[in-house]
DNA sequence: AGATGATGCAACCACAGAGTTGCATCATCC
DNA sequence: GGATGATGCAACTCTGTGGTTGCATCATCT
C-alpha cells in the first residue's frame, strides 16, 4: 500500500497532463457538452476531442450522458475531490518525516 | 483565473504523470537520496533518475541538497499539499454546479 | 598530488500519444 | 422512408520523451 501509486492516480495524473484535456474540462465545467460541441470552441478536431474524452473518461473524470442523438459529458468534481484528499495524505507525511528530521537534526546540536 | 490551468498545475501533473517518477518519489519519501543512490534500488540507469529529478524539481516537487561530493534530493511535501488544495476548489466548483442543475431540474417536474 | 566515485553532457533509439483526414454507420427528426 | 447531423473506426504523421550508452569533468578523500 505504500509501494507504488495506484492505478488509478496515475490515469487521473496522466489524464490531467494535458493542456487540451483542461481546456476540455474548464468547457464542462460550464456546461455539459458533446464532442461536436466542443469542437466548435476548441481549435481542436472532433476526432481528438472524443479521444480526449475516453481518455478522461477512462480515468472516471468525466461520464456520458446520452441526450437525443448526441452523447454530452459531465465533468465529475467529486474524482478530483478524490485526488486531492490522496494526494493531501501523502504531502502530509513527506513533511512529516522532514519535521523530524529537523527535530532530530536540532537536537543533535 | 477560471480560464485555464496554471502552468505550475501542468508541470506537477506532468512530473506525476510517471510510473518512475513515482517510485523516485515514494523512494525519496523514505528518506533523500541521490540519483546514484536512486539507480541502485530501481531498474533504470543513473542517468535516466537524473532526467526525472530535473523534472520533478523544475515541477516543484523535489529540493536538491550538497552533502559532500554527491548531490541528494528531498521529497517536498508542501507542494502536494498545495496541488491538493486547488484540485479540491475546481472539483468542489463542479459539483456546485452538478447540484444546481438537480435542484433545477426537480423544481421542474 | 592522484585515484576514485559522483555528476554533467550529448547523441541516439524506440515507443506513446496528440492530431489529422477520410469514410462508415447509426439514430433522429421531418 | 430519407435526408441529416452526430458518432465510431481506422490509418497515418509527427513530435515529445523515457531510456540507453559513452565520455568528459569535477570534487573529494587518502
Redo the contacts with the bound molecule.
Sequence with gaps: MTATAPDTLLAVF?AL????RWSILVALGEGDA????LAGRL??????I???LA?LQSAGLVEPI?V?????FRALGSALSETARRLDVIGAEWDRRLAAIKRIAEAME
Excluded: F, I, N, Y
Design positions: 496522466g497532463a494535458d493542456e487540451t458533446s464532442a461536436s460541441a481549435p481542436v478536431t472532433r476526432q481528438a472524443a479521444k480526449h481518455v446520452r437525443g442523438r448526441e452523447l454530452r
